[in-house]
């Protein structure tokens, strides 16, 4: 009957434990600092759009430009518009890295490697998607590279 009851224990014990490790995986892929694969870019201008059920929306952020890919230096610091659009002028071809920063959710970096264009008008820009799902990794956040929608009337 001892036996039993102790094996009983270990296997309940070894459950909450397995629990509690699956549990804290999910939460430290959405809460740590969350750095997808670096991108190559021509320019390093773009959206901060929210996906909601009725598609992307823009989104209220400021778009930290720093150097190199690790923290470095802060080159510049821009709120995005009424559109969720960024823009960073000027800058010599090289490594960066963006953060993203929106209240009350976590800051969201991206790795850029700045070449130079052979176009006079790059056709790409950069759209970091925020997410807010403490499940997915970066908490539902990402970017990608897409072909410019024009804007002008």
């Known amino acids: 009957m001892k036996i039993k009851l102790t094996i009983g224990k270990l296997l309940t014990r070894t459950l ?8 804290a995986r999910a939460y430290s892929n959405a809460q740590g600092i969350c750095v997808p694969d670096t991108m190559s870019v021509a320019a390093i201008s773009g959206r901060v759009v929210a996906e909601l059920e009725k598609g992307e929306t823009p989104f209220s952020a400021s778009v930290t430009l ?16 009424a559109e969720g659009r960024f823009n960073f002028d000027h800058l010599k071809s090289g490594k960066y890295r963006i953060k993203v ?7 969201f970096y991206l790795d850029l490697i700045l070449k130079p264009s052979r176009a006079v008008n790059d056709e790409k820009e950069i759209v970091i998607k925020i997410g807010a799902d403490l499940i997915k990794p970066c908490g ?10 024009n804007t002008d009337p």
């Open 16 to 23: 909450i434990a397995g629990a509690l490790i699956i549990s």
């Open 66 to 81: 720093m150097k190199g890919p690790n923290n470095g230096p802060v080159i510049a610091t821009h709120a995005v518009d």
């Open 140 to 149: 539902g956040s990402s970017a990608e590279l897409r072909v410019k929608k």
């Open 101 to 107: 920063s929106t209240p009350h959710l976590l800051d």
